[in-house]
């Protein structure tokens, strides 16, 4: 099943919009299946972003990454990983369109409150590297049957 890991970064827990954001995916109806709020250690930050050493604001990153906590969410279902991106907007602050959670919340370039993972495969590594297994929860939700199958129901007979 596909995997995604959100990050409320420093600059989201500092400005104490965590709960806002957590609301946001939980609004549009996505499975939670790991949360925690953590100090990240710099090897953390390193393997993260290890396919951004080299750029330019690669020392500036790992700075504000491991400055204060973050949240780290896990997220499972079908399609979350593109739908998580979405909701995140675009990686500026600045050119984040309105109504996603950059674009409502963030005018800058690198504090841009969240982070996303980049494709499937990336939302498989990051959720394993971000969580231990006994931290993440398989769990039957009841509202999944209204979130995910909505195309195999019926309408009303009239
Ligand atoms: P993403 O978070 O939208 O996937 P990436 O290109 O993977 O964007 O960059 C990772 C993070 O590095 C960004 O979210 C942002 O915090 C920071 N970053 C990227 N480009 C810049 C830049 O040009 N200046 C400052 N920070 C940047
Ligand atoms: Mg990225």
Sequence with gaps: MER???LVKPDGVQRALVGRIIA???EKGL?????????VSRALAET????LAGKPFYPGLIKFITSAPV???A???PGVVAVVRKMLGATFGTAAEPGTIRG???TSRGLNLTHGSDSVESGAREV???FKTEELVAWERTLDGWVYNTEDREPPKK
Excluded: P, Q
Aim: aromatic share 16%; hydrophobic share 55%.
């Design 4 to 6: 995604t890991l959100v």
């Design 24 to 26: 946001r995916f939980e």
């Design 31 to 39: 499975r939670l299946i790991g949360l925690k709020l953590m100090a």
């Design 48 to 51: 993260h972003y290890k396919d």
């Design 71 to 73: 949240v780290a969410m």
């Design 75 to 77: 997220f499972e279902g």
């Design 104 to 106: 409502d919340f963030s």
């Design 128 to 130: 394993a590297l971000w």
